[in-house]
Structures are given as C-alpha cells and as structure tokens.
C-alpha cells in the first residue's frame, strides 16, 4: 500500500445490522462485524460516504410495485419469511431502502468522478432478488437499482456488472437479459442454488450477447477466477466497453464458506480485484465500485475485504502474469464452453 493511492469512498453503516437473522440463519449481522476486521489496517485510505434511503423512484425502475409493498408489509411484523430461506424483521424493510439508496449514492459519486473506487459494504445483498420477487436472502437488487440510477441520472450509455458471488446472480440477470445496454457477466461454481446461470444463457432478444455465465465446477480456486477474469471477462468487457464496472463483491467463493465448494484465498481476491482495476483503468476511466453480496464464513468476509482492499490500493503499473491453461484442465474445460456461445462475437476471446 502507498499513501500516495486514491482513496476508496465506503458505505458502511451499523444501521445494516438490524436486518436480524432467524437464529443459526447464514446472513446474520455478525458477517458485518467481520468486514470492519477487514477494513481495520485501511483505515487512513477509506473515506465513508453517508447512508440514505433508496426512492420509490429508484426501486421501481428494478422492481414492481407489489414487490414494494410485499416488503413493506413485513415492517409491521416482527419476523416473516419470503420463502424457505429469504426473511424478514421489524426494521428490514427500513435497512434494505439503506443498502439500496446507499449503493446509489456510491455509484453516482464515483460516476462523477467525486471519489475514486467505492466499496458498499451493506446487508441484506441483492443479486437473487427478482423484480417481483425477494430470494436467495435479497429484498432489494442492489446492484441492478444502481446499474439503472447510473444510466438515469447520469446519461451513461452502458453499464457492466460483474458478479463473483459463488451463487449465480438470476435476479440481476433477468433484470437486464433483453436490455443490450447493461453487460451482466457470472462467475459462479455450477450446478448450485439457485441453478440458473448456464452456458447457454447469454441474453435474450435484442439483449442477446450481453450476458455472459461463465458456471465452474466445485473445487475451483486462484488460478481458475483469474484465469476466467483474463481470458473470458476482459475479452468481452473490452468488446463492450462499459462506462463504469460495478462488481456484486461476494466472498462465499472462499475456502472456508459453509455454503459453497471453492477455494479461493485471500491472495486470490486480491489479484482478481487488481485485473479488474487495471481493466476499469484501460476502459472506463477507472470507475469501478464493488457491493457486497454473499459470504458466510467469518474469516472468508475478513479476509476477502482485505484482499479487494489491498487489490484496489496495490501499484497501479504492475500487471499480473497470463494464467497459464492446461489442457484438460477445469480452466480449459470452462473457456471451451464459453467460447463455443462467445467466440463468435468477442474475436480476442480466450487471449489473456
């Protein structure tokens, strides 16, 4: 770390623990207090932004107005449950509007260039929530309330999102799949919950071609996500050419997560988050933010935080050397598939 680097702007607010947790539930409050373990040794470089509340306004370019209200209702109850895994309490409709305002309010000020990279550290995530419908522990889509915010209120033409939570992001795929102004890009370990996100899935209509899944079996670690970031995500990113990226940060592809069988390390973060800062450098001026999603191993958040933080503040002219691939290889296997869906658009494809 140089004290010379940007800072990073960070939402992170104590109001994103009241969201509480059935007991033993997963996305429990406590996944907070292991980010600040994360954020601890990079306090000099954070400069926190200040919460607010989504609008209507925003909440409805993504979701209905039922959706809206089914939410709002839960306020008045002291526990509810969406669906088998998705819940809610008194003050989790108040603290999703603050996850999804705040992510806003990120988003628009690195947009503008007001601050240089952003990290939105908020709970409950968003990626699995549907436009009318709250799932996978997400009420609000997060992610896909700022992708629309951005190009509203800002006039940006296209917007990228790339999600690296282990679980595939099916409500901010289907919220973008027919719109060819938002590139949605998945890695993801496959078959697994909620199972969407196959190879296949690439858009729909005149959408078709701006969505990318790039599904990977258990057991892949490092080599394998950087491998797919320089061969697969640059490739089509630089095809697009996005205006701003934003990543739905998960860390539930950690070694240790209970919910998922990856392996990536903290080194492994860190690496994947300096390819994405030097592609964000080359093609949208630098505008990159990154939002939590998932992650529920205590030491996974800790140090998945830390490594994306390290990964931003690191020496912007060192590169990272091309991932090598092996024949045979899971890495081999992956970029194989995709090419046979992407190749024929993105000609680099595979290149690192």
């Known amino acids: 770390m140089n004290p010379s680097h940007p800072s990073i702007a960070l939402i992170h607010d104590e109001r994103f623990q009241n969201h509480r947790a059935p007991q033993g539930h997963p996305e429990r409050s406590e996944r907070l207090i292991a980010v600040d373990r994360g954020l601890t040794s990079f306090t000099p470089y954070l400069s926190r932004l200040t919460s607010r509340e989504a609008t209507e306004e925003e909440l409805l370019r993504v979701h209905s107005a039922a959706h809206l209200r089914t939410i709002e209702k839960s306020a008045k109850q002291i526990s509810s449950h969406f669906d088998a895994d998705t819940f809610g309490s008194e003050k989790s409709f108040a603290t999703a509007l603050l996850a999804a305002g705040s992510t806003v309010e990120l988003a628009l000020r ?15 995530p968003g990626h699995h929530a549907e436009n009318d419908r709250a799932m996978g522990f997400c009420l609000f889509n997060n992610v896909a309330i700022a992708a629309r915010a951005l190009q509203t209120q800002t006039g940006m033409d296209k917007v990228m999102i790339l999600d690296w939570d282990v679980h595939h992001g099916n409500g901010t795929q289907h919220t973008f799949e027919e719109d060819p102004s938002v590139l949605y890009l998945s890695l993801h370990q496959y078959p697994h919950y909620p199972g969407t996100g196959d190879f296949g899935e690439k858009g729909r209509g005149v959408g078709i071609g701006s969505t990318a899944n790039l599904p990977m079996p258990p057991g892949c670690g490092d080599h394998e996500y950087l491998g797919l970031l320089q061969r697969a995500v640059g490739p089509i990113a630089r095809h697009f050419k996005p205006q701003m990226i934003l990543v739905s940060c998960g860390f539930d592809a950690h070694r240790e997560d209970p919910l998922a069988s990856m392996e990536v390390t903290e080194t492994g973060y860190r690496t994947m988050t300096q390819y994405v800062r030097n592609l964000a450098n080359e093609i949208c001026q630098g505008r990159l933010m990154f939002v939590l999603e998932g992650g529920y191993s205590l030491l996974g958040l800790e140090e998945g935080t830390r490594g994306v933080l390290d990964g931003l503040l690191s020496d912007p ?11 045979g290889s899971s890495l081999s296997a992956v970029l194989n598939r995709a090419a046979q869906v992407h190749a024929p658009r993105v000609p680099d494809f595979g290149a690192p």
């Open 110 to 124: 690195v947009a503008k260039k007001e601050v240089n990279f952003g990290l939105s550290a908020v709970r409950p």
């Open 317 to 327: 002219s060192s590169s990272l050397a091309d991932v090598a691939v092996t024949q």
